[in-house]
Structure formats: C-alpha cells, structure tokens
C-alpha cells in the first residue's frame, strides 16, 4: 500500500509540475511591470502645524448659545450669538450648517476661542469666525 500511495503523490506531482510550467509560460505568474513613482507629488497629511506657544495662547472659553440662525446667501454658514460670562454678547460664523440645524444649538454650551481677531464675513461684523 505504501508504494500505491507514493506513486499516486508522484504522479501528481508530475502533472502539478506541468500546469505550473504552461502557467508560468502564459505570463500568470510573471512580475508586475515596474511603476515610476519619481514624478508624483505626496502630499503631508497636517501642512500647518502649531506649535505648543501657540497653542497655548488661545484662550478656550465654554459659552451658551443666546441665538444662532443661517447667514442668508449662505449654505455653509450659521450666525451665533453667545454669552461667554461677560457682559457683552459675542457673535461669531461658523461653517457647521450642513451638519446642524440652528434651533438645535440654541441654549447649547459650546467651546469657542475667545481671542481670535474680529473680522467680518457676508457683511456681518464678527469676533470669531470658524
């Protein structure tokens, strides 16, 4: 029996070898071409870092949403008005209205930077804009 056994293995062997071989000639198991990556930019995943002096000096505030409503002429932009402890309301934009409708937000607590330079977007004079 074990001689039936090692010729059967053989055997097969044998016809595995000469599938492997007509594979091998037909290009199947031939290598890939080489492709040439010398002209293609990558670029980095963050650009723009900031440095931890930097960072530090941003000053993150937890405020409530008095109002917020959409920027009209505007599909991205929602107009915020918020008490940051002060006195005075602060209003800021934001880019989150495709992802939030403002009668959510309102009486919400956020965080916001507190002391990003004013300017103004679509007319509307604010404090902070992200």
Known sequence: MK????????????????EESSSDQ??????NEKIDFTGV??????????????????DFRAVKVKVCEAVPKSKKLLKFVLDDGTDT????LSGIHAYYEPEELV?????AITNLPPRAMMGIDCLYSS
């Open 3 to 18: 001689a039936l056994k090692s010729e059967n293995n053989e055997a097969h062997a044998d016809e595995k070898g000469g």
């Open 26 to 31: 037909s290009g199947f198991f031939t290598p």
């Open 41 to 58: 930019k990558i670029e980095p995943l963050f650009q723009d870092f900031v440095d931890f002096d930097t960072f530090s000096k941003s």
């Open 89 to 92: 309301d602060r209003v800021i």
């Open 107 to 111: 009486g919400k607590t956020l965080i």
